[in-house]
């Protein structure tokens, strides 16, 4: 990469829930830089393409459909940012259910992992920064109940859904308070089938209701 050129590259912060703990999207590096540490999917820009059509284009690479929510976050422009050359980053978040999509790790030849926010790996580059800033802006969206649906299209049980407010929104809520709120706005509903191979008594699965009225949480 030439010192002089300036490229303009994509970060995509793809979250997930699997069992109450939210997880992004990885890509472990098998080149220099950073050979061996964990990155977000991204790619350069081309000269024909807008940053939408980058985006999705990666999406379907990476999940198999383009069809999830995505959003623009922020614009990184650190100039020693990447030790290439003079790059900006572009990130977007993503929200998909995990039981509905497929990693394409065999057509991207590479190791594709999901990761616990809380335990991750070393990252390459910024994209750690990337990765809170993008937590960041999810919490000002997990108020809101449309946002919301893109992560729990599917069946779930509600300690699974306080567990990712509280994970992401860093506070403790109380869980009759909790339940009630969610019950009481008839946003949810149940889907006469229990959660079974966990321990203790089985928890009652829901489903968000088609057509909610899109409302603010908290």
Do not use: C
């Amino acid at each position: 990469m030439s010192k002089n050129n300036i490229i303009l590259e994509t970060a995509i912060n793809i979250f997930t829930v699997e069992k109450g703990i939210l997880k992004v999207l990885l890509i472990r590096k098998n080149t220099e830089p950073y050979k061996g540490y964990w990155s977000l999917p991204g790619n350069n820009l081309r000269e024909n393409e807008t940053l939408e059509q980058n985006v999705n284009d990666l999406l379907e690479k990476m999940v198999g459909t383009k069809e999830i929510y995505n959003e623009q976050d922020y614009t990184f422009s650190k100039l020693d940012r990447n030790p290439s050359g003079r790059v900006l980053a572009t990130s977007y978040i993503a929200l998909t259910d995990n039981n509905i999509i497929q990693i394409n790790r065999e057509e991207n030849q590479l190791e594709i992992q999901w990761f616990d926010i809380n335990t991750l790996p070393k990252m390459a580059y910024d994209h750690k920064e990337i990765l809170e800033h993008a937590q960041e802006l999810l919490k000002t969206k997990l108020i809101n109940t449309n946002v919301l649906k893109n992560l729990f299209p599917s069946d779930f049980t509600l300690p699974e859904l306080q567990n990712v407010y509280e994970n992401i929104m860093n506070i403790k809520l109380d869980r009759r308070n909790f339940r009630k709120k969610f019950i009481n706005l008839g946003l949810i509903e149940e889907t006469g089938y229990n959660n079974v191979g966990g321990s203790g008594r089985p928890a009652k699965l829901y489903k968000f209701k088609e057509n909610i009225k899109e409302v603010n949480l908290f």
